[in-house]
């Protein structure tokens, strides 16, 4: 069982920079697919930014620009680099992990963004 353990959030001014990270209890080496996931007020976890195996990048259109995802195979973790934060987003910041055998999501940090 792969544990997921995120770090890294906090309060930030707005234009502000803040870096999470994911660690992975094993090796991440397996995993085709990482991304992180946001959920704000309500139900819905909202993708943010994702990155296969090969480290091809894809991002929301509201963080791109601003936001640089990057996987470390050797320290088994995910990052997840944000600048220029805005208030909008402000929300808990989940990892999640994707191999054959399923996917893995941690217990989320919060980021928030506010003056």
């Known amino acids: 069982q792969v544990q997921l353990v995120e770090s890294g959030g906090g309060l930030v001014q707005p234009g502000g920079s803040l870096r999470l990270s994911c660690a992975a209890s094993g090796s991440i080496s397996s995993f085709y697919y990482m991304a992180w996931y946001r959920q704000a007020s309500g139900p819905k976890r909202e993708f943010v930014a994702g990155?296969?195996?090969?480290?091809?990048?894809t991002y929301a259109d509201s963080v791109k620009g601003r936001f640089t995802i990057s996987r470390d195979n050797a320290k088994n973790s995910l990052l997840l680099q944000m600048i220029s934060l805005k208030p909008e987003d402000t929300a808990v910041y989940y990892c999640?992990?994707?191999?054959?055998?399923?996917?893995?999501w941690g217990q989320g940090t919060q980021v928030t963004v506010s003056s």
């Open positions: 999640n992990a994707e191999r054959i055998s399923g996917a893995y």
């Open positions: 990155i296969t195996s090969g480290g091809i990048p």
